[in-house]
């Protein structure tokens, strides 16, 4: 039987809008459509707790890590006023005897040398007069003619409190 191409786009149209199809139909729209909400609410909380986890984090990070440069500075201060004051110690020894003034740059010495140790310092360097013996030892204690060697000029020291 030869259907006109009319009867044939009745009998589709029929079967489109049929009551099982729109059933089905409504069925799919109404599990679908609170899926995709609920899905897509739940995203973006997800990704707002996360967001804001991640910046917690790393403005935790961020202070333990600035704390921790404060602490080291602290430290390398502290470093720097014990070495000063074995500075002290030393210059006010008298350089007669030999024996007491070279006893007292000794233990001095081991002092800064422990501090070096003590504090993973790099390295400490000490620039003294050209005139005192101890000037050239070539560790810890240079002449302050020696200073270009280690590119800094006085300039570096103006604005330290520092006088070379």
């Known amino acids: 039987m030869i259907l006109s191409e009319n009867a044939k786009k009745r009998r589709t149209g029929r079967r489109l809008y049929s009551f099982r199809n729109k059933l089905m139909l409504c069925f799919i729209l109404c599990t679908a459509i609170p899926v995709l909400i609920v899905s897509t609410i739940a995203y973006n909380t997800s990704y707002k707790i996360a ?24 430290q390398i201060e502290n470093v720097a006023d014990s070495v000063q004051y074995y500075m002290y110690v030393l210059e006010n020894t008298p350089s007669f005897p030999r024996s007491s003034y070279i006893s007292t740059f000794e233990q001095v010495n ?13 390295n400490i360097s000490i620039f003294m007069d050209d005139s005192l013996i101890i000037s050239n030892e070539g560790f810890l204690f240079y ?3 020696q200073i270009d060697r280690f590119n800094v000029t006085e300039e570096d020291f103006s604005n330290l409190g520092v006088h070379p």
């Open 51 to 74: 967001k804001s986890k991640m910046i917690d984090s790393i403005s935790f990070t961020g202070n333990q890590v600035a704390e921790e440069i404060g602490s080291r500075i602290m």
């Open 110 to 122: 081991g002092n800064i040398s422990s501090l070096i140790r003590a504090f993973d310092a790099l």
């Open 143 to 145: 002449r302050i003619s």
